[in-house]
């Protein structure tokens, strides 16, 4: 038997943003010392620990400032804030998924802004 959960809400989150979220979850663990952290906690905080590049803020910012451009749907820009493509190819790779792709000129005016951050 199958319990399943109403989903109420999507929202997309980078990497810097869970990794803040996890820290809260973290403090509030080793608070209590009876309280163990789970295996799959542990592992989501080892994994935000070791691929988030930038602050909280500033992936958001980067994700916003990339929602702006025509061509960058939500779940690409949240991609590439976490991914921070340094070229073509790896930036191909974010909308190779889409029913789409991008020319020269699209791709770089992307990297260009991701080049701000990184």
């Known amino acids: ?26 403090a509030e663990r080793a608070a209590d010392v009876d309280r163990e952290m789970r295996y799959e906690l542990a592992r989501a905080i080892e994994h935000v620990n070791t691929f988030a590049v930038l602050g909280a803020d500033e992936s958001r910012e980067l994700a916003e400032e990339l929602l702006e451009l ?25 909308f190779a998924h889409g029913r789409y792709s991008l020319d020269g000129d699209e791709l770089d005016e992307v990297l260009n802004v991701v080049a701000r951050y990184a």
Do not use: C, N
């Open 1 to 26: 038997m199958t319990i399943f959960k109403e989903k109420l809400d999507d929202e997309y989150v980078t990497v810097s943003e869970v990794k803040e979220l996890l820290a809260e979850v973290e």
């Open 70 to 94: 025509e061509q960058v749907d939500e779940a690409a820009a949240f991609k590439i804030a976490d991914l921070l493509p340094q070229d073509r190819d790896e930036l191909r790779s974010v």
